[in-house]
């Protein structure tokens, strides 16, 4: 008995001894995620938010989608409570482009707290919840669940149970992470009951090849994204972001079970017409990931540190899509009850304090603005032009911060109308 349990326990010595045969894959197939990227690199293999911990990072730079967070989940947690709930088995809920930080953990806490408000009222019996965090492969997920252990300590010194904390306590949820594009299948068929995904449908899946073939009539000639740029190029990356939502769309309905709910918050544009005026004036021009950006980027250019060429063929992969996309991907899946579509205008991620006190103190808006910047497009500007080139960028983004909040007294997204997020809630049938 003893020979036969020893002989199904195989040692760490033993898996030498056995000669397992593991399949040798060549270094060429891994050679596009290696880093630095090539042109040819996937975005899902090189984009990633922030600079792991530090004063560039999403966790340090995410407070302004922290506010609107705050301020639209009610409408998730009241259709939460609408839903109707499976009497038996596990809850599964799925965080899709979670990144890092606080945001991520916040949504976790309230969508579980709603789960069990809703289960209370209905005498359910409280179920287990499993919580997936799911985002591109090249997320930190790490750095997300040392947060959560983080959190949990902090709680249960707090005496409240948190999702990684290690007492006998019941766990709030079961958390895993899902690496891989929401614009694929991540999840089995009808396993989920609730998803959530927020300011993450707006980046697209790749640069469409005409906007960076130099012979086509949407190459992006002088400039970094196509915020108040040529139509032609706005014109391609649309045809992108409409093939992308439908895949979306469409993978959530495989993925939900009946009945489950799909909440979705994105950056969006209001000019249904002119797909160039992503954020539109003046927002656009002060804005440090748009205006701001192609000035830092112009200023490379003008001091002879790289090429037209080699600004021209950088490309951010972001396109706000309008009410009537985002409905026509929707409608086409026929899958969904639509439980509100709405597009809220000229948001203000800051607080009026917080705009008073940044205008007082341009340095420290400028650097503020760098980050915000940084967060979101670092990653793609150091694999096309290596980390010294991009730290000069991210100085000229500083400089132009501080240059616009002293000539015009306002910060981005303050006081100046442009800014606009989708509000989506769908029920599947
Ligand atoms: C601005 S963060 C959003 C973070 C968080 N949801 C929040 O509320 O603050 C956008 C996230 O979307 C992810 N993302 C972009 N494209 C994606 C894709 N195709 N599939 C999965 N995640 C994607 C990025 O990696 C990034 O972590």
Not at 401 to 408: G, L, Q, R, S, T
Request: hydrophobic share 40%.
């Amino acid at each position: 008995m003893a020979e036969e349990k020893k002989s199904r326990i195989l040692e760490r010595s033993d898996i030498h001894a056995a000669n397992l045969v593991i399949p040798e894959r060549s270094e060429e197939s891994f050679k596009k995620f290696a880093s630095p990227a090539t042109p040819s690199t996937p975005l899902s293999a090189t984009l990633r938010m922030g600079t792991g911990v530090g004063e560039a990072s999403y966790t340090r730079n995410s407070s302004g989608q922290a506010n609107i967070n705050a301020a639209l989940k009610p409408f998730l947690g009241e259709a939460i409570r609408q839903l109707d709930l499976p009497k038996e088995g596990p809850i599964r809920a799925a965080d899709l482009g979670c990144s890092v930080g606080a945001n991520a953990l916040k949504f976790a806490d309230y969508i579980t707290d709603c789960v069990r408000q809703a289960c209370r009222p209905r005498s359910l019996e409280v179920p287990e919840i499993q919580y997936f965090f799911s985002d591109l492969p090249t997320n930190d997920f790490n750095t997300l669940f040392l947060q959560m252990l983080a959190l949990g300590e902090e709680e249960e010194n707090e005496g409240t149970a948190g999702p990684g904390d290690n007492s006998d306590k019941p766990k709030p949820y079961f958390a895993a992470a899902v690496p891989g594009s929401f614009y694929d299948r991540l999840f089995p068929q009808a396993s989920l009951h609730i998803i959530n995904c927020a300011w993450s449908l707006h980046w697209i899946s790749e640069i469409p090849e005409s906007v960076l073939d130099k012979t086509s009539p949407a190459y992006n000639k002088g400039r970094a994204w196509i915020n108040n740029g040529s139509p032609a190029v706005a014109e391609e990356y649309s045809k992108v972001s409409k093939k992308n939502l439908l895949a979306f769309f469409t993978n959530r309905a495989t993925e939900l079970a009946a009945g489950g709910l799909l909440f979705v918050m994105c950056l969006s544009r209001k000019d249904e017409e002119r797909k160039e005026i992503q954020f539109g004036s003046p927002v656009g021009l002060s804005c440090p990931m748009s205006g701001l950006f192609e000035l830092a980027w112009q200023d490379l250019v003008d001091e002879g540190l790289i090429t037209e060429e080699t600004r021209d063929s950088f490309n951010i992969p972001v396109y706000f899509p309008s009410y009537a996309d985002i409905k026509e991907a929707v409608v086409a899946t026929s899958a969904f009850h639509i439980k509100a579509l709405d597009i809220w205008q000229d948001i203000d991620f800051l607080s009026a304090a917080d705009d008073k006190n940044l205008i007082a103190k341009p340095d420290v808006y400028g650097a503020m603005a760098m980050n915000m910047a940084k967060t979101m497009y670092h990653s793609l500007v150091e694999a096309h032009i290596g980390a010294d080139m991009a730290s000069k960028l991210w100085d000229r983004v500083e400089k132009h911060a501080i240059a616009d909040c002293e000539k015009n007294k306002a910060v981005f997204c303050c006081n100046s109308p442009g800014a606009n997020v989708a509000l989506v809630i769908l029920v599947k049938k």
